[in-house]
């Protein structure tokens, strides 16, 4: 039997799996195409169920393996038994996937792979041979696949439900095109922390501020019981989503949060601007490069000029300046939105004088990773260019 390759890479969502249920947690897979004797120009539709694609049955069918790290050696991965688990039927439900030819291909390969992610539910079989407290790591058990029907087609639907698939069952097989596919790795939690929850409102005043340059109100409100610090500027240390290979896009973020107090520069990078005729996106701010995954144990713990105080029901209010997002624009009507961004956040209070060299205290900073709190609004601000300026 012929061996069709698909360079296959696995992941965790996150590094840490909520036995709670309240952090959605999946493994991840990205799929490409990249066998130089794949040249059929068609995509290629594959069936996910019953594959190594389905979690719970490739564990149960030995698609997959599951180890434990040992509790005394770090570099000692166990296998997990899993005789508990039943031989249970293909999940249903599943996705086809398609995988996009390799012929003529424009983008560099890493940018062509299709991800897939299959949940993993803390009421399902998986979760019930995970144990709060242990780390565990998943991987391809072999290089076969487990796909049993797929074929080239040009259709985005399934094959057919019921009928068999167009290629010939013993024509080619689906492996993994390298010796290795990578790991889902990740820590079991009982319960992870909860984020606290904000309401964020932008709005622009109705009339020209003294300066004359334009000014962006923001206000957050803490709407919980509990006074809360917010990081608002440096590393952010908190739970982030996983592609195949790194963090998906934006998530590794370090530039200064919309509500930083800073007199030199106004914290604009979480601002777009939209043509209110087109729709189109005119502005944004460029991204700059990531801080690493990576940070000494001083950087862990913030400056102190670096966090914000949230008393319970009290608005924190910034103005911004925004005459540098508007700059060049032609006269017309746009719409000033605000993209959602993460923030690292404690539960409490914290003086100066308990911060003796500029940061924050170790016993504050020790909280485990958590997921963040986002600063984030449903606003949407009406602005109008006038002779290159905006108008009031």
Not at 139 to 167: C, F, M, N, Q
Not at 273 to 288: E, K
């Amino acid at each position: 039997m012929n061996n069709l390759r698909i360079h296959t890479q696995i992941h965790s969502r996150y590094q840490v799996f909520d036995a709670s249920g309240h952090l959605p947690f999946s493994i991840v897979f990205g799929l490409c195409r990249r066998s130089a004797a794949d040249n059929d120009p068609r995509p290629l539709l594959l069936d996910t169920a019953g594959s190594a694609l389905d979690v719970p049955y490739a564990l149960a069918h030995r698609l997959l393996t599951i180890h434990e790290q040992h509790p005394d050696d770090a570099k000692r991965w166990v296998e997990v038994d899993l005789s508990r688990l039943e031989k249970s039927a293909p999940s249903k439900g599943l996705e086809w996937l398609s995988l996009p030819s390799p012929t003529n291909r424009k983008e560099h390969w890493r940018d062509a792979f299709t991800v897939y992610q299959c949940p993993i539910e803390p009421d399902g079989e998986v979760a019930s041979v995970l144990e709060p407290g242990k780390k565990y790591t998943i991987k391809l058990a072999s290089e076969d696949l487990g796909v049993t029907r797929w074929a080239y087609s040009d259709r985005k639907e399934p094959i057919d439900s019921s009928s068999k698939p167009s290629h010939d069952p013993g024509a080619a097989k689906l492996v993994n095109s390298k010796h290795t596919a990578g790991k889902a790795t990740f820590k079991v939690v009982s319960n992870l922390p909860r984020p606290p929850q904000v309401e964020t409102r932008i709005h622009l005043p109705l009339s020209s501020p003294p300066s004359g340059s334009p000014l962006l109100e923001i206000s957050v409100l803490n709407t919980g019981p509990k006074p809360i610090i917010i990081q608002t500027c440096g590393h952010q240390r908190f739970l982030i989503p996983w592609g195949p290979f790194q963090p998906v896009p934006d998530a590794l973020d370090d530039r200064m949060r919309i509500i930083h107090a800073t007199p030199h520069k106004p914290p604009t990078s979480s601002l777009r601007l939209i043509d209110s005729m087109t729709g189109a996106l005119v502005r944004r701010s460029q991204r700059r490069g990531t801080s690493p995954l990576i940070v000494s144990n001083a950087e862990g713990r913030p400056k102190v000029d670096d966090v914000v105080q949230l008393k319970p029901g009290v608005p924190v209010v910034r103005r911004l300046d925004i005459s540098a997002l508007v700059v060049g624009l032609k006269d017309g009507q746009y719409k000033v939105r605000m993209q959602a961004k993460g923030c690292r956040w404690w539960h409490g209070e914290i003086s100066k004088e308990e911060c003796k060299d500029g940061r924050l205290p170790a016993h504050v900073c020790k909280k485990p990773i958590a997921p963040p709190l986002m600063l984030e609004s449903q606003d949407e601000v009406e602005l109008r260019i006038r002779n290159g300026k905006v108008a009031f």
